[in-house]
């Protein structure tokens, strides 16, 4: 339900008080989430001898990661990659990166073993969910705001608006994960990265003035395409790496999508508003198209285990 129910939540927030409370909202809710993992999780296992903590690992990747996030998310701000706040951290990130880089090569058990990239099907698996990822950030980021600023509704308006999108990809994700599980991760995602690239190419070709009808319906078919694309993707992430390495597999997959999920509009608006929304819903297309482009990698029909033979027992 959070896909329906965060949207409307949140434009009925930034409705009634200020926007602050988007974050405030959610010391609650991480204190509750807190205790519930204290009393209902399983303690963890004794860690195994010689698997301690990586902690030059954790020095060189978090703040590498952060500054990498920092810097894309300046671009559109700056309408440029040359000025210092983007080329700042980004520099401090390739830096950083590249020692963690250098680093885990050497060491046996990594934080973060970049080793798993070599495991077939795995890089187009992180480059698929995180290309979904991008497209589903910035829809989410376009959408409300072409609702406010040319249909003129507001934030609780737009929020319902964006339900069908929500509701979209939460119908299509189970579906999808389980006919990839039958037809493999490829035709499944490539099937949604069609429909994804459709509703993205419909917002980018309708005009400023066009009905809201039209937006509402590109949203839905949005939704519908990247909740087929984002079950398989992620599910073959954990599908290629070996099962005693599925924690760094979801480390991988986690910063890919903070990655991807950086270059979004942050303080935009203006230029939006000036520009109009069909270049950004063309950039939108782009990043569905990129996304498609690395389906086409992905692992096909997973292989059925030979049937023991029978063995006559007369």
Do not use: C, K
């Amino acid at each position: 339900m959070r896909p329906v129910a965060g949207p409307i939540a949140g434009g009925a927030l930034l409705q009634a008080l200020d926007w602050r409370w988007m974050f405030l909202v959610n010391i609650p809710i991480v204190v509750v989430a807190f205790v519930l993992a204290v009393r209902v999780l399983a303690p963890d296992a004794p860690a195994a001898p010689g698997s301690a903590l990586d902690v030059l690992g954790v020095a060189l990747i978090g703040p590498g990661v952060s500054a990498a996030v920092l810097g894309l998310s300046w671009i559109e701000r700056e309408h440029t990659v040359l000025a210092g706040p983007v080329l700042v951290p980004l520099g401090l990130a390739v830096l950083l990166l590249g020692a963690h880089t250098w680093h885990a090569l050497r060491r046996e058990a990594p934080l973060v073993d970049l080793r798993l990239l070599t495991t077939p099907g795995l890089t187009a698996s992180l480059l698929t969910a995180g290309t979904s990822g991008l497209a589903t950030f910035g829809a989410l980021f376009l959408i409300p705001l072409h609702f406010q600023q040319v249909h003129g509704v507001g934030p609780a308006a737009a929020g319902l608006l964006l339900a069908p999108l929500g509701a979209a990809s939460m119908i299509a994700m189970p579906v999808s994960g389980r006919l990839s599980d039958r037809l493999g991760a490829r035709r499944v995602a490539v099937v949604g990265g069609v429909i994804a690239l459709a509703g993205a190419v419909l917002l980018a070709v309708q005009p400023d003035t066009g009905g809201i009808t039209t937006t509402v319906l590109g949203a839905l078919v949005i939704g519908l395409g990247l909740g087929t694309v984002g079950a398989p993707a992620i599910g073959s992430v954990f599908r290629t790496v070996p099962p005693a390495s599925a924690s760094q597999g979801s480390a991988l997959l986690y910063m890919v999508n903070q990655l991807g999920a950086a270059p979004r509009d942050r303080g935009g608006r203006p230029a939006v508003a000036t520009a109009g929304f069909g270049p950004a819903f063309w950039l939108l297309a782009a990043g569905v198209a990129a996304g498609l482009a690395a389906g086409t990698a992905l692992p096909g029909r997973p292989r059925r285990e030979a049937a023991e033979p029978v063995v006559s027992r007369g």
